[in-house]
């Protein structure tokens, strides 16, 4: 009775497997430079444009004596290798700053710890 059972699984198995693996795998190469394409110019440029109207850009802007309006009109006037260029800085910085404030903040947090510690 269990060698029938099993024979019956076995053909089962043996059904299903060829059924299901008609469908061949296609496997190929990827260039490195469809890897990692580069960024349209346009999209760059949109980026761009897009961190002059942050209200933090915006204020660091008039602060140096350059209204977002024109840094934007600045924008649209550069040639693409040289937004590629911009874009390129600008995604080459750090996301949050460069740590200054978390540091000063585990300093005051130890010397309160100090503090009451004592």
Not at 76 to 98: M, N, Q, R, S
């Amino acid at each position: 009775m269990q060698s029938a059972a099993l024979r019956n699984i076995a053909r089962l198995l043996l059904v299903t497997f060829t059924l299901f693996s008609l469908q061949a795998a296609r496997a190929e190469m990827i260039g490195t430079e469809r890897l990692l394409a580069p960024v349209s110019a346009q999209a760059a440029r949109d980026t761009l444009a897009g961190l002059a109207e942050r209200a933090d850009v915006a204020t660091q802007l008039q602060a140096l004596g350059l209204d977002a309006t024109l840094a934007r009109e600045r924008v649209a006037a550069l040639t693409d290798d040289e937004v590629h260029a911009l874009y390129g800085k600008v995604e080459a910085l750090p996301a949050g700053g460069d740590g200054t404030a978390i540091a000063v903040l585990l300093i005051v947090l130890a010397l309160i710890y100090y503090k009451l510690t004592r």
